[in-house]
């Protein structure tokens, strides 16, 4: 399985973005978006299982953020809303290595490329 985000960019402070994660092939497994920015480690920002009937959110991104994914065309999204300039990073989409939505990155073992998201104050 590869996995290709894209979707980033420059936004202005309370703006929106949508980011995409496409897969080469569907795999049945939960999918997370994790995040890092300059000097920091990868922090997990949301999770989604396959189903997409279960959703987990770090407490930074709550009530602002969305993931969701469209099977049909083996893709995540995370809707990011009101975005604060602390949201700036580089975005990664992950597969995790079994059903469960793990919220480190030790649970994944697919990683996309990562898209930039930069949020002007």
């Known amino acids: 399985v590869q996995l290709q985000a894209s979707g980033g960019g420059l936004v202005q402070a309370g703006g929106s973005l949508r980011l995409s994660c496409a897969a080469s092939t569907r795999s049945f497994r939960s999918n997370a978006w994790f995040r890092q920015a300059p000097g920091k480690e990868r922090d997990f920002v949301a999770a989604?299982?396959?189903?997409?009937?279960?959703?987990n959110y770090a407490d930074s991104v709550k009530g602002r953020f969305t993931i969701s994914r469209d099977n049909a065309k083996n893709t995540v999204y995370l809707q990011m809303n009101n975005l604060k300039p602390e949201d700036t990073a580089v975005y990664y989409c992950?597969?995790?290595?079994?059903?469960?939505?793990?919220?480190?990155?030790?649970?994944?073992?697919?990683w996309g490329q990562g898209t930039q998201v930069t949020v002007s104050s």
């Open positions: 989604i299982t396959w189903s997409g009937g279960s959703t």
């Open positions: 992950a597969e995790s290595k079994s059903l469960s939505m793990a919220t480190t990155v030790y649970g994944y073992d697919i």
